[in-house]
């Protein structure tokens, strides 16, 4: 066994050991996604919306809300746990690397805010009628540039905070307004249209659109992916570039 796949076997069963963090990951979205359906309204046509159904709109919004509880909420207090006690700085004088505990904590929620995903989109076809995406590869892209700007979101963070407390923090004033941007409250397509315009720069809000055009059956705009990818890679270059092993 590599000493990779050894450090995420292990850090598998520790994740394991948070019911907590995975509640907020994995069955929170979906929770949330069954009380609006519960409201009646959103189960009904809007005309205001393409004939659309509100609930139809939040089975995207839930699936990116996944990506940010598990990237920015749930990762960022774990890595800097581990650097503030001293565990990445151990693990350099040894042949394992703390990169590969990093990387294996970046693949476990990255793995568990998808199993959310597909959650999400069950209960909304099983419990709601709400249609499976059209277009699948564009739903899968737009997906992964979503989980990839949260992800990035959290290592950016952990970067320039110097201690957990200080990481939990920064992260929930970082969390609301990025469950904003991805529509949480308002669906981003229900937005007035220079709030949408303005949202539709920002990572979740492009992500939330690209997202709704795949589910409706159309590949996403290239602007949006384009917006989304742009987002993550600013803020990986960020993280890389600030992150202290110490």
Do not use: C
């Amino acid at each position: 066994m590599s000493a990779s796949t050894a450090v995420l076997k292990a850090e598998l069963r520790l994740f394991g050991r948070e019911p907590f963090s995975l509640f907020w990951i994995v069955a929170f979205p979906s929770v949330l996604l069954t009380i609006l359906g519960l409201i009646p309204s959103f189960r009904e046509p809007d005309a205001g919306l393409g004939g659309s159904r509100v609930i139809d709109l939040y089975v995207p919004v839930n699936v990116l809300l996944a990506m940010i509880m598990a990237g920015i909420q749930a990762l960022p207090p774990v890595l800097s746990g581990y650097r503030e006690r001293g565990i990445l700085r151990r693990m350099s004088t040894t042949p394992v690397r703390p990169a590969s505990l990093l990387t294996a904590q970046i693949v476990l929620h990255f793995a568990a805010a998808l199993g959310s995903a597909l959650l999400v989109i069950a209960v909304g076809r099983l419990a709601f009628d709400v249609a499976l995406p059209g277009q699948i590869p564009g739903y899968l892209l737009a997906l992964l540039l979503g989980a990839l700007s949260a992800l990035a979101i959290g290592a950016a963070v952990t970067a320039v905070t110097p201690t957990t407390k200080a990481t939990t923090v920064v992260g929930s004033i970082v969390f609301f307004p990025m469950m904003f941007l991805a529509g949480v409250w308002v669906p981003v397509q229900a937005m007035p249209g220079v709030l949408r315009g303005i949202v539709e720069y920002f990572p979740f809000g492009a992500a939330s659109q690209a997202l709704n055009q795949a589910a409706e059956g159309t590949w996403p705009d290239w602007t949006h992916l384009g917006v989304t990818a742009a987002w993550a890679a600013v803020l990986i270059a960020a993280a890389v570039r600030w992150f202290r092993w110490e």
